[in-house]
């Protein structure tokens, strides 16, 4: 929590490695849930998402939590405009000095491992439906506390547990009934979302109520 304060507080005084430092952290997520909403459009929309969230950093007030809240607030924010628009197209404008110091891929072949498995993750839950998928992507994968996916989503905490139980639940379900050798396996897809860990924390295999 001390590093992200001093990473916010430098990056808001426009040090580029300090927001490196944000972007490394929060960008794999988001652009997860970026991909599970826009598909290919997702690498535009998270840099998009980027660039409102640094001509806004100044005004920022929160911690690490409320950082990741606003950020994929943003991120749903530019998604609804992209869907209203109809704007498959939109041409992204990242200007700012802060964007010269994002970081370039370093291992290839890691790097390609990682994103094989996150691809047959992403895949199980692109699968889902909408609400369930985004409700998973944003209490699981993002790691956002109920109330703030309830807000993000405009519904009540309750209904965001049911979704997440039920998305898990399917999830769980799929990952049970892949054969052996299949492309999408348990041994590729849990190690990107961990959804057996997931269902057991949330109570999977138990009711669940509101």
């Known amino acids: ?63 690490e939590s409320g950082f990741r809240g606003w950020l994929f607030t943003t991120a749903r924010n530019r998604l609804t405009d992209w869907y209203r628009k109809g704007s498959r197209h939109d041409e992204v404008v990242c200007e700012g000095s802060l964007f010269t110091a994002l970081p370039a891929t370093s291992d290839v072949e890691s790097d390609a491992e990682e994103h094989s498995a996150t691809d047959a993750a992403l895949a199980l839950i692109s699968g889902l439906p909408a609400d369930q998928a985004e409700a998973v992507m944003l209490r699981i994968v993002a790691g956002l506390d109920v109330s703030m996916v309830a807000s993000i989503m405009e519904r009540s905490p309750g209904s965001v547990r049911v979704l997440c139980h039920r998305g898990l639940r399917c999830l769980e379900r799929s990952l049970a009934a892949e054969p052996v050798g299949a492309g999408v396996g348990a041994d590729r897809a849990v190690p990107a979302l961990p959804v057996q860990a997931a269902g057991a924390r949330y109570g999977m295999g138990r009711r669940q109520h509101g």
């Open 1 to 63: 929590m001390d590093d992200f304060k001093a990473s916010l507080r430098a990056a808001k005084r426009g040090d580029q490695d300090a927001f490196a430092r944000l972007w490394r952290q929060f960008q794999p997520g988001l652009l997860r849930y970026l991909r599970v909403k826009a598909g290919p459009a997702a690498e535009d929309l998270a840099a998009d998402t980027w660039f409102r969230v640094v001509r806004a950093l100044p005004t920022f007030e929160g911690d």
